[in-house]
């Protein structure tokens, strides 16, 4: 129904910078996903999936402690996009990172709205020299 693509990421050297997008989109073209909340999280191997930065439809942002001044979540409701703006990258940053989306669905010719929580599949962020 719906699906998060993500972009962007890669290996990058200590205290360098990347930027990581993510775009929601329907299985049909006239589908609709109202979202509410849109964001990252993070997991290294071995570790618990932990919040990176999320923003409402109400443009709160909630950042994890760990990144709050180094990363950036800007978001764009119209194409249903979300932009982190990594800064300062550190090794403890390396992680697989994951798109999340939460909101209203309506499929094209459907008059049913469901909610749905989803997932994109992950994109690898290396921060090493």
């Known amino acids: 129904q719906v699906q998060l693509v993500e972009s962007g990421g890669g290996l990058v050297q200590p205290g360098g910078s990347l930027r990581l997008s993510c775009a929601a989109s329907?299985?049909?073209?006239?589908?609709?996903?109202?979202?509410?909340?849109m964001g990252w999280y993070r997991q290294a191997p071995g570790m618990q999936r932990d919040l990176v930065a999320i923003m409402s439809s109400a443009s709160k942002t909630t950042y994890g402690d760990s990144v709050k001044g180094r990363f950036t979540i800007s978001r764009d409701d119209v194409k249903n996009t979300a932009n982190l703006k990594m800064n300062d990258l550190e090794p403890e940053d390396t992680a697989v990172y994951y798109c999340y989306a939460e909101g209203d669905y309506s499929g094209s010719g459907d008059n049913k709205v469901r909610y749905l929580e989803v997932w994109g599949q992950g994109t690898l962020v290396t921060v090493s020299s």
């Open positions: 329907g299985s049909d073209s006239g589908s609709v996903f109202a979202i509410y909340n």
